[in-house]
């Protein structure tokens, strides 16, 4: 434990170099020491590890995640409660006004991830003009907020900011897979910013100083909120149950699985683009759930399309939520055995998904579902054959529509407090 | 201190700062001291001193000329310490006030128009504020810009208003986005008046329980939603004209600073991002990308005149908003044929992708427009 906390009060005194008013965290009175004194207080693990480390156990809830590091913090680390997901589109032409942008969003990130305002503060600043930051999280824990950037297709394209040769292959356009419904004001983005938190008021104000840094540069496309995780990378922790009520992807890729990791989920120089290396590729997918539906199918018919039952999680046949599924129990349709790696060639994803609810569809039907996040090595042996799959066969497709969509680039981590969000790309 | 607003000079504002009473009082008790004579005639507004103490201070009016005239007392930005209107040829009249400690300008209007004859004077003793003559001459030019709003807005609200009294839909609904230009151009001043706003520009649902509709809107759906103009319309038409001349008769008391400017054109933008891009100002007629335009023009104007002094503290933000207005001004004209008419497309012809487009467009400009404030008080 004293070595962790050591780290966490290192890693915020490094964010805090680069800040203007260092005023702030006395005021504050939770930065630096003040938050590991609270972690230790808190009793739990605190979400720092030693420099270089991709692996990130779970924590306890206030603590901070670091910023810094070989990959950016957000995929293997332990998954939080709660998200905010934003994707932008660039509107400014000019690749200088985009990298200064991009090294704005990166202060801003090494801030906020570590618990602090970001600019000069909420308050206290000239009276005439608006606050740097926003406020509404001032005072709150930084609640392990992640904040974990992508690059879009279209930021790649000809003619924009010279980065067509820089695409990575592993970078697909995603096909129209068969039932995918998909909203155009729904889908794509040049940029996506995940943010993920313990509290969601933290995320929240995480993406919404990011938007307003960006006005005039970029615009929200769109954007999800997610209530509740509904994968884990922690697996001695219970795999959250998603809006159908049943336990799903049980055999996520941990965060401590160096090994799978890096074969499914770490892009690396040899795969193509060197500025890859140590990133990953997001595919995400707004997947609404026709809740009324399921909800008056009966029993048998619900564990028979997902291939478990629903106390437990035991795939068919077994009795325990993590036994090895014996897929040919499985209807042949069932989605564990259609989704399983030994059904895709070995194919495996790191799911990242959130339930989220966007209330109401104005037809009186909950307008809910699972708003998917997985991040693999590469999009056209992770998500791509898994979805060609499961969008032909898949049991779950009566139930399910896929409505928006989006892919990105994610770019490795930043490195250290001169490092910044896409640098290896742009430099 | 209080983010800077537009007020008026209201009878508890003079209490605080100063008094001004028109008309003829009683000889001043301080006598000669405290008293100015100022000779007016056709070309000359002369004072008999340049200097007198701060206080009370009487100002004797003599007008020798030919014209009704009209004499002012303003702050070095323009805006009205005391006024006298109507001061006939050949008569006299005379002003009081509580006049602080600084510099002001005693304003002579022979015939009742135009910028008239000038003369500097001094209130001296206690301390004077300080003052910049650049954001001061900034503030005169804006309150002239108001001003010559406000003067445009009267013949055009009445040809709204004459066609709406003559039953004539058509030309009535013409003439109803012209009507507002000036209005919309200038409207953080003209909600100033506290009391003006929701008698003219207020919508359906902004009415307080108990408060009769009246104003554009109301008339807006009487043209575009009912399509019958009945003798209520045409009473409240000549509502319209009365209350569009007390704006236009108060506009000179404003209360116009150089934050309070600059906040006014981030305002503007406000009012485009929640009631014009949204299209809810002008619901019935779908007029919203006029109103959208005359919003930012305002915007610009301000910006325009505060620009010499925020772009020297702040060159960045000169440039940002350069282009980002530029950028708005780009994006509207894709929306009207002719570029120096305001004819623009009905709004509800404009599709999601482009009010989005508008949409980004308006957060893109506003926001470096939010710290234009901090630049001018800096």
């Not at chain 1, 209330?359 to 060609?388: E, S």
Request: with cysteine.
């Amino acid at each position: 434990m004293t070595d962790s906390e050591s780290v966490t009060v290192e890693e915020h005194d490094g964010a805090r170099e680069g800040a203007t008013a260092p005023s702030r965290r006395a005021v504050l009175g939770w930065g630096g020491a003040g938050l590991a004194l609270g972690a230790a207080a808190a009793g739990g693990a605190v979400a720092a590890f030693g420099g270089g480390s991709d692996v990130v156990p779970a924590a306890s809830a206030g603590a901070a995640v670091p910023f810094h590091g070989e990959h950016q913090a957000g995929i293997a680390s332990a998954v939080q409660d709660r998200l905010h997901f934003a994707a932008f589109d660039v509107k400014t032409k000019d690749r200088e006004e985009l990298i200064k942008l991009l090294k704005d969003w990166t202060e801003a990130a090494r801030l906020m991830t570590a618990g602090h305002p970001v600019g000069e503060g909420g308050f206290g600043g000239l009276p005439e003009a608006p606050p740097d930051d926003t406020g509404e999280a001032l005072g709150l824990k930084p609640s392990r907020l992640t904040l974990t950037i992508g690059f879009g297709p279209g930021l790649f394209a000809k003619d924009r900011f010279g980065l067509e040769d820089k695409r990575p292959e592993a970078l697909v356009d995603l096909e129209q897979f068969p039932g995918d419904n998909l909203d155009p004001a729904r889908s794509g983005g040049d940029l996506c910013v995940q943010a993920c938190a313990d509290d969601p008021q933290v995320a929240v104000h995480a993406i919404r100083q990011l938007a307003r840094i960006g006005f005039g540069k970029t615009a929200v496309r769109w954007s999800q909120l997610g209530f509740g995780k509904t994968s884990s990378t922690t697996p001695d922790a219970q795999t959250p149950r998603n809006m159908m009520g049943f336990k799903d992807g049980t055999r996520n890729i941990a965060g401590t699985d160096r090994a799978a990791l890096d074969e499914h989920v770490w892009a690396a120089a040899s795969d193509g683009s060197a500025w890859m290396a140590g990133g990953s590729y997001l595919v995400a997918r707004r997947i609404r759930m026709h809740i009324e539906s399921w909800d008056r199918t009966s029993l048998q018919e619900q564990e028979d399309v997902f291939g478990r039952d629903k106390g437990e999680g035991a795939p068919v046949g077994k009795s325990k939520e993590r036994d090895e599924p014996f897929l040919k129990a499985m209807k042949p349709e069932a989605h564990v055995r259609l989704a399983h790696p030994d059904s895709n060639n070995g194919a495996r994803i790191l799911r990242r998904g959130y339930s989220f609810t966007d209330g109401t569809d104005g037809l009186g039907r909950l307008d809910a579902g699972l708003f998917f996040l997985a991040y693999q090595r590469d999009v056209r042996k992770g998500f791509i054959p898994v979805q060609r799959n499961l969008s032909k066969n898949d049991a779950l497709n009566e139930y399910i529509q896929h409505v928006g969509s989006a892919v990105f680039a994610v770019p490795p981590g930043v490195r250290d407090k001169d490092d910044w969000w896409g640098r290896t790309l742009f430099a | 201190m209080r983010p800077a607003r537009f007020t008026v000079v209201t009878a508890a504002a003079a209490v605080a700062a100063l008094t001004a009473v028109t008309g003829c009082a009683e000889k001043s008790a301080g006598g000669a001291e405290g008293t100015v004579q100022v000779a007016a005639s056709d070309s000359a507004c002369g004072v008999s001193k340049t200097e007198f103490p701060a206080g009370k201070v009487t100002i004797e009016v003599d007008n020798k000329g030919s014209k009704v005239t009209e004499v002012y007392v303003l702050f070095p930005d323009d805006r009205i310490v005391a006024e006298r209107e109507n001061i006939g040829p050949g008569t006299k009249a005379t002003i009081t006030a509580e006049i602080k400690a600084g510099d002001y300008v005693v304003n002579c209007k022979p015939g009742m128009k135009g910028d008239g004859i000038r003369q500097k004077v001094k209130a001296t003793g206690g301390a004077s504020a300080k003052r910049s003559p650049e954001l001061d001459a900034a503030v005169a030019e804006y309150r002239k810009y108001v001003l010559a709003q406000a003067d445009e807005s009267l013949p055009a609200v009445k040809t709204f208003t004459d066609a709406v009294r003559a039953g004539d839909v058509e030309a009535a609904k013409q003439a109803f986005a012209p009507s507002r230009r000036g209005w919309e151009r200038t409207e953080p001043v003209a909600e100033s008046f506290g009391d003006i706003d929701p008698k003219t520009d207020v919508r359906e649902d902004g009415l307080e329980p108990g408060q009769n509709w009246t104003g554009w809107h109301r008339l807006e759906k009487a043209l575009w939603a009912d399509n019958k103009i009945g003798d209520e319309e045409k009473a409240l038409a000549s509502q319209l004209d009365t209350d569009i001349a007390e704006w236009h008769k108060r506009v000179g008391t404003a209360e116009i600073t150089p934050t309070s400017m600059a906040n006014g054109a981030k305002e503007l933008l406000d009012e485009v991002a929640r009631n014009k891009v949204t299209g809810e100002e002008d619901r019935y007629s779908h007029t919203d990308l006029a109103d959208f335009k005359a919003n930012v023009e305002g915007a610009d104007k301000v910006y325009e005149l505060l620009k010499p002094v925020a772009a020297k503290n702040d060159p960045q933000l000169g440039k940002t908003l350069d282009t980002q207005f530029a950028a708005l001004d780009t994006l509207l004209d894709k929306h009207r044929a002719d570029k120096n008419g305001y004819d623009f497309t009905s709004y509800d012809k404009v599709g999601d992708a482009e009010r989005k487009e508008l949409s980004d467009a308006v957060n893109a400009l506003a926001e470096p427009l939010s710290k234009l404030a901090a630049a001018v008080a800096k």
